[in-house]
């Protein structure tokens, strides 16, 4: 979910209290909605892109997703007191995924004509972290794993609705590829924890998740979303995944700082 806040005070010159209320409320959802806007701009979508940059880019994406926020579902309302004038403040929220999600408008497009983008500061775009392990002349395949967690932790990596996976070498593994769009668009490509122990429990890692260390990460000046993999875990992930076809179902789970 993506939540907002917005703060509204009762009109004092309102003498009926039910109406001063009804106003405070209005006010209050106005402020929730356009705070929700201003999240939905900093929305990391992948490593290059945030929901502001698609808004730009396309005048049809924004007025979607303004007409979107519009729709937002009111969660939470309540009368608070601010330097001793009542007011009612609201909270808004919207789903990120699922046929009602942000996902719809946000992952389906992919801006055909980018604006011209600043120059970036120089990066090393591979940053590798580790030993790039090469991988063995035959993977020997275990089988039976029902998902895959990326142990991201101490990387920096932030979350995003298209996560790539990378070889040693750039070549993207995972966050490319022939997936259902509708599958993406109802479940995202990834779900990001801070917990180990979470990770585990969710449902996409599945009773015996592979757990895999990155050596390193795709850095970019806007954002770090992307983690990179030994030419070992490389070979041993995908021989396992041609098995189970978990990387296929998007079962995939990020851990994070």
Known sequence: MLTATGVGLLPRDE????RAYLKARGYARLDALANLLMLI??????AQFTGADYMMQSEIIRASITGFVRGAQVIDERKIIIEGQEAVQVTVGTAMYGK?????????PSPADPA???PEPPLPRIELLAPNVPAPDTPVVEGNYTGLIIDARGLKVQPAMAPRILKADGTPIYGVGNFDLDKVVEQGLASYYRD????RADKRAGNNPL????????RRAVATTDVVLSDADTAKLLAEDAKTRFLRQLKVVFVVD
């Open 211 to 218: 757990i895999v260390r990155p050596i390193g990460v795709y």
């Open 15 to 18: 003498p009926n209290r039910a």
């Open 196 to 199: 180990m122990d979470a990770a």
């Open 100 to 108: 009602d999600g942000l996902s719809r408008l946000l992952l389906r």
């Open 41 to 46: 701009d900093r929305v990391q979508i992948d």
């Open 116 to 118: 011209p983008a600043a």
